[in-house]
């Protein structure tokens, strides 16, 4: 089930093909690659779902391979976001018994909290305004998520971390029935495999978010 698909290689290549191709295309020809409001960055925060040792560590079970790949990136769009003066999110996922709820009906382990496997990468912890402790798919779920986001001014959300057909695609959804614009960067997120990764990417490209690229964030002026 798990393999390598945004490395060996060019990072910034592989992803660009997991995008779909009708937005390609119409990036291409000048089109916009999305309805809905443009990117602003003075109205934006970062969301880094759970960029931990449980999903970063190799010999994790729960291993994602492609994690460590995205660390550079995500490390730049926070760079990125601290210079415009926006928040920089992080999320930390552990579970109890009482609040894994249907998650430990599907999976063996659970990730306890206080246990070393719920670190988080430190260089993005570094660079992070703020960290939210999850416990569901869904960061907004019983969480203060939402009223940091409010309090921040932000309308928009830029969704990473992984894994991305779970989390980040469960968080994405969530974002856009509370009101926020959701951008989702091929190259910011990562998963088992391709296959989820491009799925995710394809589903939320139809009605729900932008699918973008960590440079063309980047690369946008600040309003």
Request: overall charge negative; hydrophobic content about 40%.
């Amino acid at each position: 089930m798990k393999e390598r698909y945004l490395t060996p290689g060019d990072i910034e290549e592989n992803a660009r093909r997991l995008i779909p191709e009708s937005l390609h295309r119409g990036a291409e020809h000048g089109e916009t690659d999305h309805r809905g409001p443009a990117f602003d960055i003075s109205h934006a925060a970062l969301l880094i779902l759970d960029m931990q040792a449980f999903f970063l560590d190799e010999k994790s079970h729960a291993f994602v391979p492609d994690s460590p790949a995205i660390v550079s990136r995500l490390a730049g769009l926070a760079r990125r976001f601290g210079a415009a003066g926006r928040p920089v999110i992080m999320t930390r996922h552990s579970n109890t018994a009482d609040n894994a709820g249907m998650m430990k009906e599907w999976w063996d382990h659970l990730l306890e909290p206080g246990s070393p496997e719920t670190v988080l990468e430190p260089i993005l912890e570094d660079l992070s305004t703020a960290v939210v402790a999850k416990a569901q798919y869904d960061a907004f779920y019983n969480t203060d998520l939402e009223k940091i986001l409010r309090d921040s001014g932000s309308e928009q959300v830029v969704a990473t971390g992984v894994m991305t057909h779970l989390c980040v695609e469960a968080t994405a959804r969530s974002a856009f029935v509370r009101g926020f614009a959701v951008f989702l960067p091929a190259d910011g997120t990562a998963t088992y495999n391709r296959d989820f990764h491009a799925a995710s990417l394809l589903n939320l490209s139809h009605g729900t978010a932008a699918i973008t690229m960590c440079s063309r964030l980047m690369e946008t002026e600040q309003r």
